[in-house]
């Protein structure tokens, strides 16, 4: 099943709400709420007045600047983050796979059944070999990811096709998002 996930990349939470309605207005499946370009974030107040009123299935995604995000803080401050937006009902949460081993143990067990744990990676500068696409995937999914999800640099053909073959080697090809970013669950 495809899904078109809008980003929602606005600074402030009202530009987000208004960027949420227009997502679902204009057929978007679900929206990714950016955290870390809220400016002035405040987790408590902020997450449920976003989620409150979003008319679509939600992805929270708090990324650090390690990983192409704007979050410069703790990573403890961050897995809170997370898990306050699992406790308020989310749909899915991205973590890196930088650190999932750590916010998976950071949950103990305590993860909503309804929540989807997305471990992601991002290469920006390429798209590695098949071999190792397929070695990324296998250590994604042992850390007890339940969507896997690499975004790569494509810059030719060859590089689509090899995430084409990873995914048909995986077969478990749910998505494919533009700039080879793949969704495996």
């Known amino acids: 099943m495809t899904l078109l996930c809008v980003p929602l990349v606005g600074r402030t939470v009202e530009e987000m709400k208004i960027d949420a309605a227009a997502a679902a207005a204009a057929g978007g499946d679900l929206v990714e709420i950016r955290l870390d370009y809220i400016e002035g974030f405040r987790p408590r107040e902020d997450l449920p007045r976003l989620l409150h009123s979003c008319p679509l299935p939600v992805l929270v ?17 961050r897995f809170e983050t997370l898990c306050l937006a699992m406790e308020l009902g989310v749909d899915y949460v991205d973590i890196e796979l930088k650190v999932a081993d750590k916010f998976v143990d950071f949950l103990s067990g305590n993860k909503p059944d309804k929540c989807k ?16 696409l397929a070695n990324l995937v296998a250590r994604i999914q042992e850390v007890g990811a339940d969507i896997v999800k690499v975004a790569t640099t494509a810059t030719d053909i060859i590089d689509v096709s090899r995430m084409f073959q990873v995914m048909v080697h995986c077969q478990l090809l749910s998505s494919f998002q533009s700039g080879c970013s793949t969704l495996l669950p």
């Open 117 to 132: 744990l997305i471990v992601s990676s991002h290469n920006y500068e390429s798209t590695p070999s098949c071999e190792e």
């Open 61 to 77: 995604t708090y990324r650090p600047n390690w990983e192409g995000g704007r979050y410069d803080g703790d990573d403890a401050t």
